[in-house]
């Protein structure tokens, strides 16, 4: 599967009526502009939410993703 539709998919089962940021940190595997991509397309999907992209530099993992 294509990593950036898991992503929106994990996504998905995070995001609640109530939730109101989603936090992106992307790893050193990731392009900034592959994570500015999936940043806008989430913030298409949950407009009720504030998405912020961040380099988290992280070594193994591709994403960290908070919902609050």
Known sequence: KDMQDVV???VSQLVEEESAI???YYGQEIEEA???VLGEE???QYPQCEVEVHYGGQPIY???I???
Request: proline residues 0%; aromatic residues 12%; without cysteine.
């Open 66 to 68: 908070s919902v609050e």
């Open 62 to 64: 591709y994403y960290l």
């Open 42 to 44: 989430l913030g298409e």
């Open 8 to 10: 929106k998919d994990m």
């Open 22 to 24: 989603i936090s992106v």
């Open 34 to 36: 592959a994570a500015q």
